[in-house]
C-alpha cells in the first residue's frame, strides 16, 4: 500500500508531469531530484526525475507504483529545477524536452537503452557479479543489447540495478557513446632524449648545430630552458615551436638524431597549475578590468566590447581566478565545441585540475563523470571552472559565482532541434540569477540585442579598442571583381590583387586564410541546353558536386547521388558547373601554388575524430601555408603567423534573404578579418565584392561598429523587429503539402485573435525537407507585453488549434527569439 503519491519528470515529449504512488520500502529514500524508476505505458520503463513529493492521489485513475529509486543523492538540484521550468515557460516546451537536453545519457536509462562492451576496460581484472559476468559474455557474442533483451537474458523483469553497476566500473557503455567523434585533445610533447643527459655529448651536439643547423639549435636551447617547469620536462610542441620561431621540419630532424622524444598524450591534467603563470595586463586590459569589477557592483550583467587581438581572454582569466579565490564555481561558455580545444591550455595551464571540460561531444561517461564531480563539489571546498558549449548551462551547479560568455553573438549558441530550441546566453543569464551571480559578455561584434541592452542600461558597457602591443586593426582593402570579370582579368575566382598578396606573404614566410563560406564543390550543375538542374529527391533544394567524392550530396538531408553522363531532361551531355565551394578553392589554389601545403577547414573536412584538432594543430605549426574554410575560420581561432586573409565573395553573405543578413554579415567579415596581424604587425584583408559601394562594406572597412549599430538599429525599429520586438516563429511539418498548409492557416487564424502582426503562413526558402513540407508563421509582439500574457494567449491559441481535425499528423515546432 502506498504511503504518498510523487510527481515526476518522465524524459518524453509530454505537457504534464505523471503522478506515482510511493511503497513503504522507499519512502525514506525519495527526494526531489533524485531518479526513481518507474513503468510507463504498458511496456516501457524510464529513469524519471522527482519533481514533487508532497502530491495527493489522483483522481480518476490508479497511480502505479514506483519501481525502486535509483541515486543515494539527488542528481538533480533546486536550482536546476527552476531553470527548467522557466525554460518550459519561456520556450514553451515540455519539462521532458529539457531534462531529455539536460542530463548525460547515462543519466536517462530507459528500456530501449542499448549497451555495448567497453573497447577500453580491463573485464578481467574487475569484480564481477553473476549477473553481469552473464550480461558481458552475452556482449562478447553480439555488438550490442537493449535492457529488454538483457532482462531476458538473466530471467529478470528489472535489470536496472546491473546495468547501472557495470556502467559504474566502466566495463560496458550505454549506446550514445557509439557516437563519441571529439575526445579530449591529445596534444604533441616533446621531451629531451637520455642521451642528452652526457654533458659532453651535449656541448659536442651544440657545437654541430650552431655551425650547420641553427634553426635546431634554436629548439634544443629553448627546451633546455623550458623542460624544468614541466612535469617529467615534458614541453607542448606547440608552445616550443611557438617561442624557438622554429617549425616542425627542424624538429623532426633532432628527433631523427635520437636528440628528442615526442609523445602524444590527454592534454588534460598535463601542466602544472601555476596562477603566477598569468600574463601582465596593459593598462588597457587593466582598465577594462577596473571597470567590470566597478561595474558588477551596481549591475548583474555586462557586455565587453573588445576588438580582435585585444587580450579579451587575459581579462576572462582575472576575473575567473578572483571568483575562485572566493570559493565560487566560474563557468566560461564557447559557441563552438571546436574552440575548446585552444582554449583547454590555455585555462588548465593557470586553473590545472580545476579546470572541467563538458559538452556533448564528449563520451557519455566523460560528461557523467563530470556531472558526479559537480555534485560532490556541492560538500566541499574546491571550485571548479567548468568549460563547456551550450549544454554546459545545465550542470549541477551549488556554488555560482561568475558566468563568461565569450563571442556572445553567435548563433551556435542557439538550439535548432529538438526542443527546448533554447539560447545558452540567455540562459546563462537566467542561470547566473539564480545564484546571484555575475555574467561577462564578450565579442568584439556584439549582437544588436546585447549592445541595445548596454546602452539602455540594462547591462553596463565595457569598452577594450588597443590591441595587443598596440597593432593597428589590419587594412582593409575592397576589390571590384564585376569591373575584372568584364576586363577578364580575374584568374578563376582570384583577382590579380589578391593572388599578388599572396605571394608576397607566402615568400615572407607568413600564412594566408582563404574565405568562402559555401562548402563543396560546385554549388549547382545545370544543363547548358534546357537549364535542368539535379535537385534532392527528399528536399526541394539543388544538389551540390563534390569532385573527390564524384558525387552529387544534399546538405539537408545527406542524400547522394552519382552526376549524370547526360541531362535527364534533354539528353544534352554539356553539363556545367556554375559557382564554388571550399573545395574548389582548395583545388585550383594547387595550380597557383604547387609548392605550398593547402588545407580546407568546414563541415567535410572536420567529420573524422580529431581531424579538426589535426588541421588546427598544423596550421598553429606552420606545416600548412593556406587555410581555406567556412565560417568555422572565424570563431576565435588565434594564429600568430596569419598575415592575410582573403574573402572571396562577400556578396554572399550580405544578399541571404533574412532581416539578421546585415549583421551576421558585418559580425563575420570582421571576425574573420581578425585573424590577420594578431601578434607582430598590421595585418591586410582582402574583400572581393560584385557591389564595393554598400553600406555594409563601408562600415567593415571603416571598422566602424557604432554607425553600423545606429544604421541598423533605426531599420529594426522601422520595420517591428528585434530588439524592440519579440519574434516567435512556428514551423509546422507534414507529409501532405495541402494538409499542412491547412493546418498553417487555420492556427494563423487563432493566432491572429491575439497577435494581430502574426505573418504567414508562407512556404521558407527551402519549403521540403526530409520529404516533410514545411509552412511557417512569425508572431511579432511588442516588448510592452509581458512575457506571462504572451505566454498564456499562445497556449490558448494552440489549445483550439488541436481541437480541429486539421492539427492531426501535423508537427508544430515552436522557436521562441529564432536567430
Given at each position: 500500500?502506498?504511503?504518498?503519491?510523487?510527481?515526476?519528470?518522465?524524459?518524453?515529449?509530454?505537457?504534464?508531469?505523471?503522478?506515482y504512488s510511493v511503497g513503504d520500502e522507499w519512502t525514506d529514500q525519495v527526494a526531489v531530484g533524485k531518479r526513481v524508476l518507474v513503468p510507463f505505458g504498458n511496456q516501457k520503463i524510464y529513469a524519471a526525475v522527482v519533481y514533487r513529493t508532497?502530491?495527493?492521489?489522483?483522481?480518476?485513475?490508479?497511480a502505479k507504483p514506483v519501481i525502486s529509486v535509483l541515486d543515494e543523492v539527488p542528481v538533480v538540484n533546486e536550482k536546476q529545477l527552476l531553470l527548467w521550468n522557466w525554460m518550459q515557460n519561456y520556450y514553451l516546451c515540455n519539462l521532458g524536452?529539457?531534462?531529455?537536453?539536460?542530463?548525460?545519457?547515462?543519466?536517462?536509462?530507459?528500456?530501449?537503452?542499448?549497451?555495448?562492451?567497453?573497447?577500453?576496460?580491463?573485464?578481467?581484472?574487475?569484480?564481477?557479479?553473476?549477473?553481469?559476468?552473464?550480461?558481458?559474455?552475452?556482449?562478447?557474442?553480439?555488438?550490442?543489447?537493449?535492457?529488454?533483451?538483457?532482462?531476458?537474458?538473466?530471467?529478470?523483469?528489472?535489470?536496472?540495478?546491473?546495468?547501472?553497476?557495470?556502467?559504474?566500473?566502466?566495463?560496458?557503455?550505454?549506446?550514445?557513446?557509439?557516437?563519441?567523434?571529439?575526445?579530449?585533445?591529445?596534444?604533441?610533447?616533446?621531451?629531451?632524449?637520455?642521451?642528452?643527459?652526457?654533458?659532453?655529448?651535449?656541448?659536442?651536439?651544440?657545437?654541430?648545430?650552431?655551425?650547420?643547423?641553427?634553426?635546431?639549435?634554436?629548439?634544443?636551447?629553448?627546451?633546455?630552458?623550458?623542460?624544468?617547469?614541466?612535469?617529467?620536462?615534458?614541453?607542448?610542441?606547440?608552445?616550443?615551436?611557438?617561442?624557438?620561431?622554429?617549425?616542425?621540419?627542424?624538429?623532426?630532424?633532432?628527433?631523427?638524431?635520437?636528440?628528442?622524444?615526442?609523445?602524444?598524450?590527454?592534454?588534460?591534467?598535463?601542466?602544472?597549475?601555476?596562477?603566477?603563470?598569468?600574463?601582465?595586463?596593459?593598462?588597457?586590459?587593466?582598465?577594462?578590468?577596473?571597470?567590470?569589477?566597478?561595474?558588477?557592483?551596481?549591475?548583474?550583467?555586462?557586455?565587453?566590447?573588445?576588438?580582435?587581438?585585444?587580450?579579451?581572454?587575459?581579462?576572462?582569466?582575472?576575473?575567473?581566478?578572483?571568483?575562485?579565490?572566493?570559493?565560487?564555481?566560474?563557468?566560461?561558455?564557447?559557441?563552438?565545441?571546436?574552440?575548446?580545444?585552444?582554449?583547454?591550455?590555455?585555462?588548465?595551464?593557470?586553473?590545472?585540475?580545476?579546470?572541467?571540460?563538458?559538452?556533448?561531444?564528449?563520451?557519455?561517461?566523460?560528461?557523467?563523470?563530470?556531472?558526479?564531480?559537480?555534485?560532490?563539489?556541492?560538500?566541499?571546498?574546491?571550485?571548479?571552472?567548468?568549460?563547456?558549449?551550450?549544454?554546459?548551462?545545465?550542470?549541477?551547479?551549488?556554488?555560482?559565482?561568475?558566468?563568461?560568455?565569450?563571442?556572445?553573438?553567435?548563433?551556435?549558441?542557439?538550439?535548432?532541434?529538438?526542443?527546448?530550441?533554447?539560447?545558452?546566453?540567455?540562459?546563462?543569464?537566467?542561470?547566473?540569477?539564480?545564484?546571484?551571480?555575475?555574467?561577462?559578455?564578450?565579442?568584439?561584434?556584439?549582437?544588436?540585442?546585447?549592445?541595445?541592452?548596454?546602452?539602455?542600461?540594462?547591462?553596463?558597457?565595457?569598452?577594450?579598442?588597443?590591441?595587443?602591443?598596440?597593432?593597428?586593426?589590419?587594412?582593409?582593402?575592397?576589390?571590384?571583381?564585376?569591373?575584372?570579370?568584364?576586363?577578364?582579368?580575374?584568374?578563376?575566382?582570384?583577382?590579380?590583387?589578391?593572388?599578388?598578396?599572396?605571394?608576397?606573404?607566402?615568400?615572407?614566410?607568413?600564412?594566408?586564410?582563404?574565405?568562402?563560406?559555401?562548402?563543396?564543390?560546385?554549388?549547382?550543375?545545370?544543363?547548358?541546353?534546357?537549364?535542368?538542374?539535379?535537385?534532392?529527391?527528399?528536399?526541394?533544394?539543388?544538389?551540390?558536386?563534390?569532385?573527390?567524392?564524384?558525387?552529387?550530396?544534399?546538405?539537408?538531408?545527406?542524400?547522394?547521388?552519382?552526376?549524370?553522363?547526360?541531362?535527364?531532361?534533354?539528353?544534352?551531355?554539356?553539363?556545367?558547373?556554375?559557382?564554388?565551394?571550399?573545395?574548389?578553392?582548395?583545388?585550383?589554389?594547387?595550380?597557383?601554388?604547387?609548392?605550398?601545403?593547402?588545407?580546407?577547414?568546414?563541415?567535410?573536412?572536420?567529420?573524422?575524430?580529431?581531424?579538426?584538432?589535426?588541421?588546427?594543430?598544423?596550421?598553429?605549426?606552420?606545416?600548412?601555408?593556406?587555410?581555406?574554410?567556412?565560417?568555422?575560420?572565424?570563431?576565435?581561432?588565434?594564429?600568430?603567423?596569419?598575415?592575410?586573409?582573403?574573402?572571396?565573395?562577400?556578396?554572399?553573405?550580405?544578399?541571404?534573404?533574412?532581416?539578421?543578413?546585415?549583421?551576421?554579415?558585418?559580425?563575420?567579415?570582421?571576425?574573420?578579418?581578425?585573424?590577420?596581424?594578431?601578434?607582430?604587425?598590421?595585418?591586410?584583408?582582402?574583400?572581393?565584392?560584385?557591389?564595393?559601394?554598400?553600406?555594409?562594406?563601408?562600415?567593415?572597412?571603416?571598422?566602424?561598429?557604432?554607425?553600423?549599430?545606429?544604421?541598423?538599429?533605426?531599420?529594426?525599429?522601422?520595420?517591428?523587429?528585434?530588439?524592440?520586438?519579440?519574434?516567435?516563429?512556428?514551423?509546422?511539418?507534414?507529409?501532405?503539402?495541402?494538409?499542412?498548409?491547412?493546418?498553417?492557416?487555420?492556427?494563423?487564424?487563432?493566432?491572429?485573435?491575439?497577435?494581430?502582426?502574426?505573418?504567414?503562413?508562407?512556404?521558407?526558402?527551402?519549403?521540403?525537407?526530409?520529404?516533410?513540407?514545411?509552412?511557417?508563421?512569425?508572431?511579432?509582439?511588442?516588448?510592452?507585453?509581458?512575457?506571462?500574457?504572451?505566454?498564456?494567449?499562445?497556449?490558448?491559441?494552440?489549445?483550439?488549434?488541436?481541437?480541429?481535425?486539421?492539427?492531426?499528423?501535423?508537427?508544430?515546432?515552436?522557436?521562441?527569439?529564432?536567430?
Open positions: 500500500m502506498a504511503n504518498f503519491f510523487i510527481e515526476v519528470i518522465v524524459p518524453v515529449p509530454l505537457p504534464k508531469l505523471f503522478t508532497d502530491t495527493a492521489a489522483p483522481e480518476g485513475y490508479t524536452d529539457v531534462m531529455q537536453a539536460a542530463l548525460p545519457s547515462a543519466l536517462k536509462l530507459s528500456s530501449e537503452t542499448k549497451m555495448i562492451l567497453n573497447p577500453d576496460a580491463d573485464i578481467h581484472s574487475t569484480s564481477l557479479t553473476d549477473d553481469e559476468f552473464l550480461v558481458v559474455e552475452a556482449l562478447h557474442s553480439v555488438k550490442s543489447l537493449t535492457l529488454k533483451e538483457i532482462s531476458k537474458i538473466l530471467d529478470r523483469k528489472y535489470v536496472f540495478p546491473v546495468v547501472k553497476s557495470l556502467l559504474r566500473k566502466n566495463v560496458t557503455l550505454s549506446v550514445e557513446d557509439v557516437k563519441e567523434d571529439f575526445k579530449i585533445p591529445l596534444v604533441h610533447y616533446v621531451k629531451l632524449s637520455s642521451k642528452t643527459q652526457d654533458a659532453d655529448f651535449m656541448k659536442k651536439e651544440f657545437d654541430k648545430l650552431e655551425k650547420k643547423a641553427p634553426k635546431q639549435l634554436d629548439i634544443m636551447m629553448q627546451l633546455t630552458l623550458m623542460s624544468p617547469h614541466y612535469p617529467e620536462g615534458k614541453v607542448p610542441q606547440r608552445e616550443l615551436l611557438k617561442k624557438s620561431g622554429s617549425n616542425s621540419a627542424a624538429l623532426q630532424q633532432l628527433v631523427k638524431k635520437n636528440l628528442l622524444e615526442i609523445f602524444l598524450e590527454k592534454a588534460i591534467g598535463r601542466v602544472k597549475a601555476n596562477n603566477e603563470d598569468f600574463f601582465t595586463l596593459n593598462a588597457a586590459q587593466q582598465q577594462a578590468l577596473n571597470h567590470i569589477q566597478e561595474g558588477f557592483s551596481s549591475k548583474k550583467v555586462g557586455l565587453l566590447h573588445g576588438v580582435t587581438s585585444s587580450g579579451k581572454t587575459e581579462v576572462y582569466i582575472r576575473l575567473i581566478d578572483e571568483c575562485m579565490k572566493r570559493g565560487k564555481q566560474a563557468l566560461y561558455l564557447l559557441p563552438e565545441i571546436a574552440l575548446t580545444t585552444q582554449m583547454i591550455h590555455r585555462l588548465e595551464k593557470h586553473f590545472g585540475d580545476r579546470l572541467l571540460v563538458y559538452h556533448s561531444r564528449f563520451s557519455d561517461n566523460e560528461r557523467a563523470t563530470t556531472w558526479t564531480k559537480l555534485i560532490e563539489a556541492s560538500s566541499s571546498d574546491k571550485p571548479f571552472l567548468v568549460l563547456g558549449a551550450r549544454s554546459a548551462v545545465f550542470l549541477p551547479f551549488s556554488n555560482l559565482g561568475l558566468v563568461i560568455v565569450d563571442e556572445e553573438h553567435e548563433t551556435s549558441y542557439k538550439q535548432f532541434d529538438p526542443a527546448p530550441r533554447y539560447h545558452a546566453r540567455d540562459t546563462a543569464i537566467v542561470l547566473a540569477s539564480l545564484f546571484d551571480a555575475d555574467v561577462l559578455l564578450g565579442s568584439a561584434t556584439p549582437s544588436i540585442e546585447s549592445y541595445y541592452n548596454a546602452l539602455t542600461g540594462k547591462y553596463f558597457l565595457t569598452e577594450l579598442f588597443a590591441r595587443h602591443a598596440d597593432i593597428a586593426p589590419p587594412f582593409i582593402q575592397l576589390v571590384n571583381i564585376k569591373e575584372l570579370t568584364l576586363r577578364r582579368q580575374m584568374k578563376s575566382h582570384f583577382s590579380p590583387l589578391l593572388i599578388q598578396a599572396m605571394q608576397e606573404e607566402l615568400k615572407n614566410g607568413k600564412q594566408v586564410i582563404l574565405f568562402q563560406n559555401r562548402r563543396g564543390y560546385a554549388p549547382v550543375i545545370q544543363c547548358h541546353h534546357c537549364n535542368w538542374i539535379p535537385h534532392c529527391t527528399n528536399c526541394d533544394v539543388a544538389l551540390t558536386y563534390y569532385k573527390r567524392a564524384d558525387l552529387l550530396r544534399c546538405h539537408y538531408c545527406g542524400y547522394t547521388t552519382q552526376i549524370p553522363q547526360k541531362c535527364p531532361s534533354c539528353g544534352d551531355t554539356d553539363l556545367r558547373q556554375h559557382g564554388f565551394g571550399t573545395e574548389k578553392i582548395e583545388d585550383e589554389l594547387q595550380i597557383f601554388f604547387p609548392d605550398k601545403k593547402i588545407a580546407r577547414l568546414d563541415l567535410d573536412s572536420t567529420r573524422g575524430k580529431n581531424s579538426y584538432k589535426e588541421i588546427i594543430y598544423r596550421f598553429e605549426t606552420r606545416e600548412t601555408d593556406i587555410l581555406v574554410g567556412t565560417q568555422m575560420v572565424t570563431k576565435g581561432l588565434d594564429f600568430d603567423n596569419v598575415s592575410l586573409v582573403g574573402i572571396l565573395n562577400a556578396d554572399n553573405l550580405i544578399n541571404f534573404p533574412d532581416f539578421r543578413a546585415y549583421e551576421r554579415s558585418f559580425q563575420m567579415l570582421l571576425q574573420v578579418s581578425g585573424r590577420a596581424g594578431r601578434k607582430d604587425k598590421q595585418g591586410k584583408v582582402i574583400i572581393q565584392t560584385y557591389n564595393p559601394a554598400h553600406s555594409i562594406l563601408e562600415f567593415v572597412v571603416k571598422n566602424d561598429y557604432k554607425a553600423f549599430i545606429d544604421f541598423e538599429l533605426a531599420e529594426r525599429q522601422k520595420f517591428h523587429y528585434p530588439p524592440y520586438y519579440r519574434l516567435t516563429e512556428i514551423i509546422l511539418k507534414g507529409r501532405q503539402a495541402e494538409a499542412t498548409e491547412a493546418a498553417a492557416r487555420l492556427l494563423a487564424t487563432e493566432l491572429r485573435k491575439y497577435f494581430p502582426d502574426t505573418m504567414g503562413p508562407v512556404s521558407p526558402v527551402v519549403s521540403r525537407i526530409k520529404n516533410y513540407y514545411l509552412r511557417t508563421i512569425m508572431i511579432k509582439n511588442s516588448k510592452k507585453i509581458s512575457n506571462s500574457k504572451t505566454r498564456a494567449a499562445m497556449q490558448s491559441s494552440f489549445e483550439k488549434y488541436r481541437l480541429s481535425d486539421k492539427s492531426k499528423g501535423i508537427l508544430v515546432h515552436i522557436d521562441v527569439d529564432p536567430v
